[in-house]
């Protein structure tokens, strides 16, 4: 009964594209309070989200579900030929990361194979606060901190984590005008990494590619050449994956002399 009330509410805002309670409740027949009681959970686990005062509509959360063509697999298909080209150019490990749920995992990551050396970020969740993959996203889903109570949560890795909430919108600030995320030493001490996010709104948002190396080799001005080239290729993934660009997977941003 309570999955029903729930999947007739989700059914009702869809095909009205969006609704107010007093809507739902006339076209489901629920009583106002459990109306309004289920619409809040809905809200607050992103199924539904309010777009006017009184009014709600899907949740991005619930659309990022329904959309197969962003599968972990078919994202994998189309990122992995320009992060392996990547890989080879800069002999540096470059991932590809997306939200799921209140997290950030690195899901795919590409390798050089061209004989030299390479730090590879392993795959699996990061810290929001600690992690250029996950402020990538954070930057641009602010949902995600918003979720939470941050205060006291921010667990220092190392002595350059970012724990207070006050320096991490900071950074986020930053990486919103600048268009990439860097972590410098922040979750292991001599690991370094740059990433953007794929698009500063839709589906884009919730996804960044990366790259990961040692801060001797990293330094400030190859960051800074990696996360224009990697601004510049999420761009051109992100026209791929929404069908503006034609089948097969871009052409990699001409890659700078990283020294990498």
């Known amino acids: 009964m309570y999955l029903e009330r729930l999947a007739l509410i989700l059914e009702t805002v869809g095909q009205k594209e969006e609704a107010t309670v007093a809507e739902i409740c006339h076209h489901t027949e629920l009583p106002k309070p459990s109306a309004y009681r289920l619409v809040q959970e809905l809200v607050g686990a992103g199924l539904l989200e309010p777009v006017a005062r009184g009014r709600f509509a899907l949740g991005s959360r619930l659309k990022r579900i329904v959309r197969s063509d962003h599968s972990d697999a078919a994202l994998i298909e189309v990122v992995s030929p320009t992060l392996r080209q990547a ?20 899901i795919h990551v590409e390798t050089p194979d061209t004989g030299v050396s390479f730090l590879h970020p392993g795959l699996g969740k990061r810290p929001l606060h600690a992690c250029s993959c996950s402020k990538a996203v954070a930057a641009f889903s602010p949902e995600l901190l918003a979720s939470k109570t941050l205060a006291g949560q921010l667990r220092a890795y190392t002595e350059f984590t970012l724990t207070r909430v006050e320096d991490l919108k900071a950074e986020l600030d930053v990486i919103r005008q600048r268009g990439y995320a860097e972590c410098l030493e922040e979750i292991e001490r001599g690991m370094c990494s740059v990433a953007a996010p794929l698009s500063d709104t839709g589906p884009g948002a919730t ?6 190396g040692s801060t001797r080799v990293f330094t400030p001005d190859v960051r800074a050449r990696l996360g224009t080239a990697l601004s510049s290729m ?22 700078p002399e990283s020294g990498a």
């Open 87 to 106: 890989a080879a150019a800069h002999g540096a490990a470059f991932f590809l990361s997306r939200q799921r749920g209140r997290a950030v995992e690195i």
């Open 207 to 212: 996804m960044s590619i990366g790259a990961t």
């Open 234 to 255: 999420a761009q051109e993934l992100s026209h791929h994956l929404s069908g503006a660009v034609g089948n097969g997977a871009p052409a990699m941003a001409a890659a």
